[in-house]
């Protein structure tokens, strides 16, 4: 399984439903928080060229936000890409 990695922060709704989608399919999700560290902030931006959180990568792949998420599980894509290595 590919290592899973999202950019986040303490109290971000989006976040904890990626994070509460991710670990029901047995994930363990490593959480990067941006809300007070700068420099971790500015490569979130620099990598996704976006500015809101969650960011989420499976392994290289950025996959987006929670609403893209939320579509790869609906289409049936999401499964793919965690088996993938």
């Known amino acids: 399984m590919p290592a899973v990695r999202m950019y986040s922060t303490r109290i971000c709704p989006y976040c904890m439903m ?3 989608l991710l670990n ?3 994930v363990q999700v490593e959480k990067i928080l ?3 560290d700068r420099e971790q902030m500015q490569k979130m931006i620099e990598l996704t060229q ?3 959180v ?3 990568f499976i392994g290289e792949y950025h996959v ?3 609403d893209d998420l939320v579509a790869l599980e609906v289409a049936g894509k999401l499964d793919e890409l965690l ?3």
């Open 18 to 20: 990626a994070e509460r």
């Open 24 to 26: 029901q399919k047995g």
């Open 34 to 36: 941006i809300d007070h």
């Open 50 to 52: 976006r500015r809101t």
């Open 54 to 56: 969650p960011q989420i």
């Open 64 to 66: 987006g936000g929670y």
């Open 83 to 85: 088996k993938a290595d």
